[in-house]
């Protein structure tokens, strides 16, 4: 096919092509792009003349790419990355007035600690913005990024797919998390004894505070696991129980009267947060514009004193 072939193609199709490489499902792209089962089925069959292939054989629940779909779509979405990024530059944003929606991923401690005054600094410059949040993490973040759910995700990140970018927002520092009344820190030993409260979505029982003390030669005793931050403060108040947490969620939760924070009286390990986009919407203005809103909180969370000098 040359240039002026393209005439034929219709770019309505090549998404309804990648978003079914991604969902494998007619219902599930149909929600995603909004659009009826019978315009996603005559989509597909449009598809199929166009590029004379099936393209997607039904196999049980799932529509199951042919070899030459899988051929296709390695070729196609990073053109499609292109000409999305081609677009963008032709676009201006103004936060004041603009009504764009973010769909944005968020790991459950960023959420709780860092999402409400995010929410008021995007709001107070873009009031007519509207903000959808999935819940992510460090394993879910590639699957959203690649199927275009998101277009940004802030969280520890493991690999991810070619056509994202990653920044490095800041380091989480682990602080030790309490709710009694005794003023003292507590010692390695008191550590140990207390019982342990535990956040992960997974229901592991074995963290970094586990790891550190085994190579002490000592234990914790963990009493409890719960699958996200926001159930820290009730469960902690008039208890001995302790947990670690990153400490912009200490911080949050030192807020409400009763809880206080202090180092862990061992070593851990820091992990980073960070900033990950797609490829296409890295040139985009209201997609920059929301980047360098999150970067900067990130960093006075990072550097409590930064706003401060930044008035200064």
Same mark, same amino acid.
């Given at each position: ?37 019978? $315009? ?39 053109? %499609?990355?292109?000409? &999305? ?19 944005? /991923?968020?790991? =459950? ?6 999402? *409400?005054?995010?929410?008021r600094r995007l709001r107070g410059e873009a009031p007519g913005m509207t903000l959808?949040?999935?819940? $992510? =993490? ?8 690649a199927s275009g759910e998101i277009s940004l995700g802030i969280s520890p990140t ?12 800041? !380091? ?24 342990? &409260?535990?956040?992960?979505?997974? /229901? ?12 002490? /030669? ?5 009493? %409890? $696991? ?10 902690? !108040?008039?208890? =001995? ?16 009267? /009763? ?5 862990? *009286? ?17 040139? =985009?203005? &209201? ?8 970067? !900067? ?14 008035? &200064?």
């Amino acid at each position: 096919m040359n240039r002026n072939d393209l005439r034929r193609a219709d770019i309505n199709l090549l998404v309804v092509f990648e978003t079914m490489m991604h969902e494998q499902n007619v219902t599930r792209v149909s929600e995603k792009l909004f659009l009826g089962q019978p $315009t996603i089925s005559n989509a597909l069959a449009r598809l199929r003349v166009m590029f004379d292939d099936p393209l997607f054989i039904r196999s049980g629940r799932l529509m199951e790419p042919t070899f030459r779909a899988r051929e296709i779509f390695s070729n196609l979405s990073p053109a %499609l990355d292109s000409i &999305a990024a081609a677009l963008s530059r032709c676009q201006t944003f103004e936060p004041g007035t603009s009504e764009a929606t973010f769909h944005v /991923g968020l790991c =459950d401690d960023v959420e709780y600690a860092l999402l *409400p005054d995010l929410l008021r600094r995007l709001r107070g410059e873009a009031p007519g913005m509207t903000l959808v949040v999935r819940r $992510t =993490d460090q394993w879910q973040m590639s699957q959203l990024l690649a199927s275009g759910e998101i277009s940004l995700g802030i969280s520890p990140t493991l690999e991810l797919p070619a056509n994202a970018r990653r920044k490095m927002l800041r !380091a989480v520092r682990p602080m030790l998390l309490r709710a009694d009344s005794h003023p003292d820190k507590l010692t390695l030993d008191q550590f140990c004894c207390r019982p342990h &409260a535990v956040v992960s979505s997974m /229901g592991n029982v074995i963290d970094d505070s586990d790891r550190a003390l085994c190579q002490m /030669g000592r234990q914790r005793r963990v009493v %409890l $696991t719960v699958p996200q931050f926001s159930a820290l403060p009730v469960l902690l !108040a008039q208890s =001995d129980m302790i947990a670690i947490v990153p400490d912009y969620v200490a911080r949050a939760m030192t807020m409400a009267p /009763g809880l206080r924070t202090e180092p862990a *009286p061992i070593r851990l390990p820091e992990h980073e947060l960070s900033m990950v986009w797609r490829a296409a919407s890295h040139n =985009d203005p &209201a997609e920059r514009w929301l980047r360098s809103r999150c970067s !900067a909180l990130l960093a006075e969370q990072a550097d409590p004193q930064a706003s401060s000098r930044k008035v &200064a």
